[in-house]
């Protein structure tokens, strides 16, 4: 019964920058490992990163690593993924999920999902 809702996709040139957010209205989420994945048009989805129950321990996907960074707040109940310098290929539908404590890069270890937010790349 837990759901998810993710926040803050758009339209952005390349280079720009965005903040995506994941909560969780009534449910508390300091017990859950969060991760990000995309999904673009006729590609499989794929893993973005992940971080642990504590915020303790992040990990990223090559492709993203050095531009993403997710943070949590569990005082606000919120995970963030940073995305910064924002490049074409980055243009997707983006879902945040949850696991109990441990992170994983297979999404079908996470069983509550969000309905997802459009990042679209573009000039």
């Known amino acids: 019964q837990l759901q998810l809702v993710e926040s803050g996709g758009g339209l952005v040139q390349p280079g720009g920058s965005l903040r995506l957010s994941c909560a969780a209205p009534?449910?508390?989420?300091?017990?859950?490992?969060i991760g990000w994945f995309r999904q673009a048009p006729g590609k499989e989805r794929e893993g973005v990163s992940c971080?642990?129950?504590?915020?303790?321990?992040?990990n990223y996907a090559d492709s993203v690593k050095g531009r993403f960074t997710m943070s949590r707040d569990n005082a606000k109940n919120t995970v963030y993924l940073q995305m910064n310098n924002l490049k074409p290929e980055d243009t997707a539908v983006y879902y945040c999920a949850a696991r109990l404590l441990q992170c994983s890069t297979v999404h079908g270890a996470f069983s509550a999902w969000g309905q997802g937010t459009q990042v679209t790349v573009s000039s």
């Open positions: 971080i642990s129950s504590s915020g303790g321990s992040t």
């Open positions: 009534g449910f508390t989420l300091n017990l859950y490992a």
